[in-house]
């Protein structure tokens, strides 16, 4: 009898963790140790770079994709920021490709001098903000031109793609994935500013910009949103896709409701994560808020420990919103690849598989692979 209830009870833990793991564990925890790190050109037009992650070992070919936007007011940062890199790395070991992207700062745009100041003023504002969403939507671009044109080089499933961003990255990418026409931006300013914003997307070309990758969507699944905002909370609308915020209510910078940039309204508005979850709420849209009580700027940038809540808490929303494949692979054993040969680092010394850095694998069939592999 006691042998009997033991299987029962295994058979019932079996069945609950396969209820529970529509993804075969896949996304929900890390399951990769290492990631491996490849930096590609994503827009020739500006000369733009991002990092892709991608786990060492994974072979599956249909994997959704997270894009992140880093923070720095667009005054200052780069994909290798602190942020970024722990974001892309924690997902990526969930099995997710992932991309930290470079894109184009204020003093690109209006010059050295003034992009210290290019928030005080309105043409500025908009120029700076709305050339870096533009930059956001020629990387998502890139992806789905590279899994129809060529062969889905990092393996992503282009349906099911996400971006989002720290601070003025997730600025950048709360307008790229809910603002989807020149009308939609323009129709809730005032005439001056309307007239302002109609100037730039002129200039630009329309709502996609012109920072390449011409021809495919920039259509997102979702948002995830770390301290960022959208210059009006009337961009929500009940069409929108899902967004996840995270934000600390004292926050000095981003403003956590509505007000000007640093909370001071002489400057542009913007509505953080804090003003637009109850929009979401209200409109029965898919969201979530995770508040930071009393806390100020980006908490999580200053702390590990909030880090990885602000990690649970965006991978729980997701993992709960993406699609699996019903037979999921993986691990590389599971398919035949070519036989290595020999592998060298940067400097052309013969190394082993369990060396990181920069590593150039040559295999039998003439394939050359290169990878940055972080342990």
Not at 162 to 183: D, K, T
Not at 254 to 262: A, E, K, L, R
Not at 334 to 340: H, N, V
């Amino acid at each position: 009898m006691e042998k009997m209830t033991k299987i029962l009870c295994f058979i019932l833990c079996i069945n609950s963790l396969v209820a529970q793991s529509p993804c075969e564990g896949r996304y929900a925890e890390e399951i990769f140790d290492d990631i491996e790190v490849t930096t590609v050109t994503y827009s020739d037009v500006h000369n733009l770079q991002m990092d892709i992650y991608q786990p060492v070992g994974d072979i599956e070919t249909n994997r959704p994709l997270i894009i992140f936007g880093h923070g720095g007011t667009f005054i200052t940062g780069s994909k290798n920021n602190a942020t970024a890199v722990d974001f892309c790395e924690a997902f990526a070991k969930r099995g997710y490709v992932t991309a930290s992207i470079n894109y184009r700062l204020a003093a690109d745009i209006v010059g050295f001098l003034q992009s210290f100041i290019f928030y005080t003023d309105t043409q500025m504002a908009y120029d700076v903000v709305l050339n870096a969403v533009m930059d956001g939507k020629a990387a998502i671009r890139y992806f789905r031109k590279d899994f129809f044109e060529n062969n889905n080089t990092y393996g992503i499933d282009p349906d099911q793609i996400w971006a989002g961003g720290n601070s003025a990255g997730g600025v950048l990418f709360l307008h790229a994935g809910h603002v989807e026409s020149v009308e939609e931006f323009i129709s809730p300013l005032d005439p001056n500013r309307a007239s302002i914003a109609q100037e730039i997307f002129d200039e630009l070309g329309g709502s996609e910009g012109n920072s390449g990758n011409e021809g495919y969507s920039s259509s997102l699944s979702g948002v995830i949103s770390l301290a960022g905002a959208l210059h009006r909370s009337e961009y929500v609308d009940e069409n929108d896709i899902p967004a996840v915020f995270c934000h600390g209510d004292a926050d000095g910078v981003v403003p956590y409701d509505c007000n000007g940039f640093q909370n001071n309204p002489i400057y542009d508005q913007l509505c953080g994560g804090g003003a637009l979850y109850p929009e979401f709420q209200a409109m029965n849209l898919d969201t979530d808020l995770l508040t930071f009580a009393n806390d100020d700027h980006c908490p999580w940038s200053v702390s590990a420990s909030k880090m990885d809540q602000v990690i649970s808490f965006v991978s729980d929303f997701v993992y709960e919103r993406i699609d699996c494949e019903e037979n999921i692979s993986l691990f590389e054993d599971d398919i035949e690849k070519p036989t290595l040969i020999y592998q060298t680092n940067l400097l052309g010394k013969k190394i082993n598989n369990d060396s990181k850095g920069f590593v150039f694998s040559v295999f039998e069939n003439g394939k050359i692979e290169k990878k940055y592999i972080i342990k």
